[in-house]
């Protein structure tokens, strides 16, 4: 499995809404990213997990708040959002955080109305 | 201040011709660069990448091209394929820092 999966691809949610968007992979990599990528940007960092603790938080709003529940799973929960948050939410993993050949998930593309 | 530069939005070429995506940084304290290409509605698949020790690195159709000097690389794909077609990001990082930085990106499109 050389896969990093992502849930839901699709997500359109309102400013009152709390939903989580998922991300799993199997392929045994310590480090995994949370990045958002507006239309016709480059990705930008959200948050960094090494071994399961949170390593770098890029002076993300609270109302986006990280999870990592074990060594293949990360999450993202979201709560009371603005529009101005909809973008492609892509998650990533590498063997460990100076690795940098990353292995990027499909995204979630969210739509906060 | 953009620190990783793409200065081409876009680039056409020819089925078989090479292409060459070029890339500036200003930061003289990057030691790694990347290459990453993006296909729409995915996530950014890395390309081919290069520290800053080496001058060139050669994967298949993809040679990274490094003048540490000019604080430019570049990206050659030969043969190019209709596959080839997508947005390319060069990214850059110094000191083995977490976080890279990255291009604007290129759009690439293959002509049949």
């Known amino acids: 499995d050389t896969e990093v999966t992502q849930t839901p691809k699709h997500l359109v949610m309102g400013m009152t809404n709390k939903k989580s968007l998922k991300c799993e992979q199997h392929m045994g990599h310590r480090a995994m990213y949370w990045y958002k990528q507006k239309a016709k940007k480059p990705p930008e960092l959200m948050f960094v997990?090494?071994?399961?603790?949170?390593?770098i938080n890029e002076s993300v709003p609270s109302r986006f708040s990280p999870e990592c529940p074990n060594s293949s799973l990360l999450n993202l929960h979201l709560h009371a959002l603005q529009p101005e948050d909809s973008a492609l939410y892509l998650c990533?993993?590498?063997?460990?955080?100076?690795?940098?050949?990353?292995?990027f998930g499909s995204g979630t593309r969210l739509t906060v109305v | 201040d953009q620190q990783v530069k793409q200065n081409s939005p876009s680039l056409s070429v020819q089925e078989g011709r090479i292409s060459i995506l070029n890339c500036d940084y200003t930061n003289s304290m990057f030691d790694y660069f990347l290459w990453y290409k993006k296909y729409p509605a995915e996530g950014p698949t890395f390309l081919i990448s290069i520290s800053s020790i080496k001058d060139k690195n050669e994967d298949g159709r993809f040679t990274v091209f490094l003048n540490k000097s000019a604080k430019h690389l570049s990206l050659h794909i030969v043969p190019s394929q209709p596959g080839d077609s997508a947005v390319y990001f060069c990214?850059?990082?110094?000191?083995?820092?977490?976080?890279?930085?990255w291009g604007a990106g290129t759009k690439l499109i293959i002509k049949p």
């Open positions: 990214a850059a990082s110094a000191n083995s820092n977490y976080q890279l930085i």
């Open positions: 990533a993993s590498s063997q460990a955080s100076s690795d940098y050949g990353y292995t």
């Open positions: 997990y090494s071994y399961e603790k949170l390593s």
